[in-house]
């Protein structure tokens, strides 16, 4: 089974930066997309970035030019770089990635946790 875990989050003042880490452990063998979402209570999941695992990158309107996303396949880990920060970019941050476990050639896609996010004075 293949684990996705978040850090990074955490209580940030408007203009200030983040940079969210999410990790995959576990029986993995290779992760393919690595993607960023966000969700805030009472609204639908918001896809913010996406990275191939050969450094390709896509960004929602929303964030474009603010985060940046990146990625090191050595340690099969996916960053998610947070500047300007906004007090409607207050979310859970999710990481999500399409990655094959050892042993198997099914491609499947997995969640992390999230970690919570707060850009408040």
């Known amino acids: 089974q293949v684990q996705l875990v978040e850090s990074g989050g955490g209580l940030v003042q408007p203009g200030g930066s983040l940079r969210l880490s999410c990790v995959a452990s576990g029986s993995i063998s290779r992760a393919n997309i690595m993607r960023w979402y966000r969700q805030d209570p009472g609204k639908e999941r918001e896809l913010l970035a996406f990275?191939?695992?050969?450094?390709?990158?896509t960004y929602a309107d929303s964030v474009k030019g603010r985060f940046t996303i990146s990625r090191d396949n050595a340690k099969n880990t996916v960053y998610l770089q947070m500047n300007s920060l906004k007090p409607e970019d207050t979310a859970v941050y999710y990481c999500?990635?399409?990655?094959?476990?050892?042993?198997?050639?099914?491609?499947?896609?997995?969640w992390g946790q999230g970690t919570q996010v707060t850009v408040s004075s």
């Open positions: 999500n990635a399409d990655a094959y476990s050892r042993g198997s050639s099914l491609l499947k896609n997995y």
């Open positions: 990275i191939s695992h050969t450094g390709g990158t």
